[in-house]
Each structure stands twice: as structure tokens, then as C-alpha cells.
């Protein structure tokens, strides 16, 4: 008579699966509640003590961890194991039904201590699916009640479960202890392993992320895509959604996420206008208020359709000053509720995200390549060591140097090739995103049109050839600021010299792909 053992936590449909067993003509064992409820039930099962010997121990702690158990699990059908299961009176265990104590859903509760999570470490669960899918040439391992009804579909028909099913059960099993130990591991380490260096890179990676929410689509429609979190329950960016009528999308999101680390790069008041993962209009100012319109006259026409992302909580004033452009989403960390209300009366489709971090670099940076990710620390920008050097004829003014380290801040957040031509504290042309530099440069220059003359020049990386310069130049551009370290900086440099400009190397690049 074939044996099945159950020891469960989600009691999801139990009785209605053991009753067909049962009328199969299996034999049933289980666990603490899990037997009593099938016994209230009017099923037959076997406490597990029976098999052991031993009673369940500190607090149930302990029930399944004995040879009685696992030598049953683990047998083959083989003579020389099914001898050795004989010799100590023990059975072999041909399903075992298990799922494990609730660990992701209890530590995303608010305020949960960590005796309280740690409580909630499944072992002898953990163990049985393991021992069960490992043997899956010979049992069927269960860890989802979804998979009752196929399993007795299959005894049903045949008298047996398929080995391809049984494979496919201990894939998913082994899935769910994989994601269970991730996500002990993530709350764990959380706080107290250091932020890694960029020479401390882990050699096995352990994400621990959980879905919050199945999106409506990826980049385009014909794509499936969903949220994904280290904190279960936490919006996007760690914020929460305050208000619009749309869920936010695949493509609102990863714009809010640029918007955001480029705006935490500031600490005066400061907005940020994100159009397609590029910063297209960025202005520091007093208030919210006042830079607003400086960041949008950087570039009116990309701003539609845009997000936007600012430092400081958003008034009144600021949403007066929004006028009537259409816009996707506003991140901030908080809403005044007359900010708020007034949002959501006069823009419903406006998502309102309210962000209480902003963007540190702690975290690990991630991209999906073919076969595997990549992982690299996050750009925070120069390293402290960083120091300006003046490589023409002539130094910049006070105010081009405050000109230009405005802009060196925001071309770091620009898609390279990335040009960023800035005023005092505002944007006024960006280029990035294109594959010749010179390009971009141009794009920033048709951007700025005539406020171009008068301001300056930001680089991400080196120029490959002077045509760069020489394109600012004849646009009024007065100074420039760029890593250096191209073999034809002379050349860049000279042409500088000829246009009366300033230009700083800082030595540091700042590639965004």
C-alpha cells in the first residue's frame, strides 16, 4: 500500500486531496495540525510519532528530522535499499505533501521583530521537500496545492504519477525552498552586512525579491512585466502611490527611477523633467516653485508626457506652477493634502508617488544580459579624492565654475554620449543618447538655440576629436568641463585657447548606458 506524508502549513483544499488518496487505497501520515485536522475530518491518518517513535519536540520544532522518516523518503526501489528500510522496520514514503511556514508574508509586516521572523525558519519542511525532490525518480513531492487536482487526475487514470510530472513537481519544489532561503537570507543580511565595495562583490548573488504587482504591460504591449521588490507591500522606488486613476507602467517607472537618482543629486531645492530615461530639463532655485519653469524651458517640447521628480514636498505653488503641461507621474518626498487634492481634481491620470528615501547608491546596480547579469556598483558621483584642473589660457570665472559643476552633476545622469550645455542653476540644451559625440553636442546646442551663447558645457566622457568644442564655440559656449584623457585633448585644447574658452579636466568619466 503506497504511503503519503503530509505536513503543511496552507491547508488550502488538504481534506478534499487526502480523501482521494484514501479512496486509492493510500496510507496517510501527518504532522501536528495537519493530522488533527485530517482526523476531524473523518480521514485516517497516522500521527508521525508512530513512525519515529519519538514524540514531536520543543514546541513542534521537531517532528520529522528522524531516520524513520527520511530513509522512507529517500529509499529506492531497489533491492539493497528496500532491505535496509526492512532492517529497521521502516516503510518507504512514496508523496510527500509539504509547504512552509508563512516567512515572506510575516516579515513584511510593519514592525516585526526578528525573534518573531526567525521563529517563522521552516526546517523539517525545508528538509522533507528537499529529500523529496531529490528522490523524484521514485516520489511525488507536492508543495502546492494548485497541483492537487493534476496529481489525482494521474492516479486516477494510470495509477501512478508520470516521471515527467514528478519532475516537474520537484522543479517547483525546489523553487519554492530556493525563494524560501532567499528570502531568510535578504532579511537577515539587511542589516548587518556592509555596503559592498566595488572589489567585494558577492560571488553568489541572492536577490530575495518578491512581486508586489503584475504591471500592465512591459515597454509595449505585447510584453508581460511585474514589480518586483526586496520589501514585499513596498511601491516603486520604496514610495507609495498617493494618487491618479492609471496603475503606474513598466516604462513610468524606470523614467521616475532616473528622475529620482538625478534629482537626489541635489541639495538645494530642485526639479527634474525625465523623458524616456533622459533628463531633459534640470533647475535648482529657492523654491520648487521658481524651478519648475527653469528646468521645463530647457526643453518644452520633450517635456510632454514626461515625469517629474523634486527634493522637497510639493505646495500649491508648485502645482500652479505646472500650468498646463501633460505629465505622467510626479515623485516627491511628500504632498501638502492641498497639493494633493488639487492634483487629483485637476490631473486624475497623474501619478502622485511619494518617495521618503532619496537615492543613496547603497544597493548593487543589476542588468539582464543574455545568460546571466551584470553587477557593478552604483555612480555616485566623483570620488572625493576628485580635483578640477584647469588645462587652458585661461581659468573660469567664479560663476562659469559654479556653472559647471551644475553641469557635471546633471550629465551624469544623461544617457551617453551625453552633452549637457547649462545656465545658472538650469539646463538650457541636453544631447544624450547618441553614438557620435559631436551629435550630441549639436542636439544640446539646437536645444538651447540662442541661449546657448553665454553658457556652459558639460561631457561625459573625453572628446574623441575637437569638432566638439568647435561646434560650442561658434554656439557662445564659454567654458567647458570634461574628464580629459583623449589622445587629441591638445587639439581640443587648442581650439578652446582659439575661442577664448575655459575648460576643466576632473579625470573622472561618467558613462550611462
Known amino acids: 500500500m503506497p504511503r503519503a506524508l503530509f505536513s503543511v502549513y496552507d491547508k488550502t483544499n488538504l481534506v478534499k ?16 495540525g495537519t493530522e488533527q485536522l485530517l482526523r476531524s475530518s473523518s480521514i485516517p491518518a497516522i500521527p508521525v510519532e508512530t513512525l519515529t517513535g519519538m514524540p514531536e519536540m520543543l514546541s513542534g520544532r521537531v517532528k520529522t528530522l528522524h531516520p524513520a522518516i527520511h530513509a522512507g523518503i529517500l529509499a529506492r526501489d531497489k533491492p539493497e535499499d528496500l532491505l535496509s528500510l526492512q532492517q529497521f522496520g521502516y516503510a518507504p514514503i512514496n508523496m510527500v505533501v509539504c509547504n512552509l511556514y508563512p516567512f515572506q508574508e510575516t516579515v513584511s509586516q510593519i514592525g516585526i521583530s526578528l525573534q518573531d521572523a526567525i521563529e517563522q525558519i521552516d526546517i523539517g519542511g525545508v528538509t522533507l521537500l528537499r529529500a523529496a525532490a531529490k528522490n523524484f525518480f521514485h516520489v511525488v513531492v507536492i508543495c502546492d496545492p494548485e497541483d492537487y487536482v493534476k496529481v489525482v487526475a494521474e492516479l486516477k487514470a494510470t495509477g501512478v504519477v508520470d516521471l515527467a510530472i514528478r519532475r516537474k513537481l520537484a522543479v517547483k519544489a525546489f523553487a519554492h525552498t530556493r525563494d524560501y532561503d532567499t528570502a531568510i537570507h535578504a532579511f537577515l543580511s539587511q542589516d548587518v552586512v556592509p555596503s559592498l565595495t566595488p572589489t567585494d562583490l558577492p560571488q553568489h548573488l541572492s536577490l530575495g525579491m518578491q512581486q508586489v504587482e503584475v504591471l500592465r504591460y512591459g515597454e509595449n504591449p505585447h510584453q508581460t512585466a511585474a514589480y518586483y521588490s526586496r520589501v514585499a507591500r513596498s511601491g ?56 519648475f519653469p527653469l528646468a521645463l524651458a530647457s526643453d518644452q517640447v520633450s517635456a510632454f508626457g514626461g515625469v517629474i521628480a523634486v527634493n522637497r514636498p510639493i505646495d500649491e505653488a508648485f502645482v500652479n506652477a505646472l500650468g498646463s503641461l501633460f505629465v505622467e507621474a510626479i515623485a516627491a518626498p511628500g504632498f501638502s493634502a492641498a497639493a494633493q487634492a488639487q492634483l487629483q481634481a485637476s490631473r486624475k491620470n497623474c501619478r502622485l508617488l511619494n518617495v521618503p528615501q532619496p537615492f543613496t547608491g547603497n544597493e548593487l546596480e543589476l542588468r539582464s544580459v543574455l545568460g546571466g547579469v551584470l553587477v557593478q556598483s552604483a555612480d555616485t558621483g566623483d570620488p572625493e579624492s576628485t580635483m578640477l584642473k584647469t588645462v587652458t589660457e585661461r581659468t573660469p570665472t567664479i560663476e562659469e565654475l559654479e556653472m559647471l559643476q551644475f553641469a557635471w552633476k546633471v550629465v551624469q545622469h544623461v544617457r551617453s554620449n551625453a552633452i549637457v550645455l547649462a545656465g545658472v542653476r538650469a539646463t538650457v540644451g541636453i544631447g544624450g543618447g547618441l553614438p557620435s559625440r559631436v551629435d550630441a553636442v549639436r542636439l544640446a546646442i539646437a536645444k538651447a538655440g540662442e541661449r546657448a551663447a553665454g553658457a556652459v558645457m558639460a561631457s561625459d566622457a573625453f572628446f574623441p576629436f575637437a569638432d566638439g568644442v568647435q561646434a560650442a564655440a561658434e554656439a557662445g559656449v564659454t567654458a567647458v568641463i ?30 550611462r548606458h
Open 17 to 32: 486531496f487526502a480523501s482521494a488518496l484514501v479512496e486509492m487505497g493510500w496510507d496517510i501520515v501527518a504532522t501536528g
Open 236 to 291: 516603486p522606488l520604496g514610495g507609495s502611490l498617493l494618487g491618479g486613476n492609471k496603475q503606474l507602467s513598466y516604462n513610468n517607472i524606470l523614467d521616475l527611477d532616473a528622475a529620482w537618482r538625478a534629482v537626489s543629486s541635489f541639495a538645494e531645492p530642485t526639479a527634474v523633467i525625465v523623458k524616456h530615461l533622459n533628463p531633459i530639463g534640470v533647475a535648482s532655485a529657492p523654491t520648487l516653485s521658481e524651478a
Open 482 to 511: 570634461q574628464p580629459g584623457g583623449s589622445i587629441r585633448d591638445k587639439e581640443a585644447i587648442q581650439v578652446a585657447n582659439e575661442a577664448g574658452m575655459a575648460m576643466v579636466f576632473t579625470g573622472v568619466r561618467h558613462f
